[in-house]
């Protein structure tokens, strides 16, 4: 029980952190994804290596729409609305975060330690051979408070 709690608050922080990306326009809406019954967007930028989404026109007002869509993420991410619910990672070396939750139609994440450390054991199964996981720094990474 302990361990949930402790990863609901780092899933919380990393939530807050990606609202204040948000706001502080470091990253932004990179594209709108679908899946059965629900939608997702996701957000990236320069920060994450990808250009910045910029609209076409050169108007007054130029990429308000978008800064009202990242206000509105954030205030959804801050409020609990929302999540961060994994990273897209592409070809060319440029990763996008991926926003959904109940209000978007998609079931609230919710970590589950058994499947966290079923996750831990094959990701050592799949790199052993290749490369070397320092145990000790692993030790100190999961260190609690």
Same mark, same amino acid.
């Given at each position: ?12 922080? &990393? *939530?807050? /952190?990606?609202?204040? =990306?948000? +706001?502080?326009?470091?990253?932004? !809406?990179?594209? #709108? ?32 729409? &978008? *800064?009202? /869509?990242?206000?509105? =993420?954030? +205030?959804?991410?801050?409020?609990? !609305?929302?999540? #961060? ?61």
């Amino acid at each position: 029980m302990k361990d949930t709690l402790i990863l609901r608050d780092i899933q919380r922080d &990393i *939530d807050i /952190i990606v609202a204040s =990306l948000l +706001l502080t326009g470091q990253i932004t !809406l990179t594209r #709108v994804y679908f899946g059965p019954g629900y939608f997702g967007v996701t957000v990236g930028g320069p920060l994450t290596g990808a250009k910045r989404l910029e609209t076409k026109f050169n108007g007054p007002g130029k990429g308000l729409s &978008i *800064d009202v /869509i990242d206000i509105l =993420l954030a +205030l959804f991410l801050i409020k609990d !609305l929302i999540n #961060v619910v994994g990273l897209f990672i592409a070809s060319d070396a440029t990763f996008s975060i991926s926003v959904s939750g109940p209000l978007f139609g998609r079931a609230k994440v919710v970590p589950i330690f058994k499947h966290l450390k079923n996750n831990e054991t094959a990701l050592k199964n799949i790199v052993k051979d290749g490369y070397f996981i320092h145990n000790e720094l692993l030790k100190e990474l999961k260190k609690t408070k």
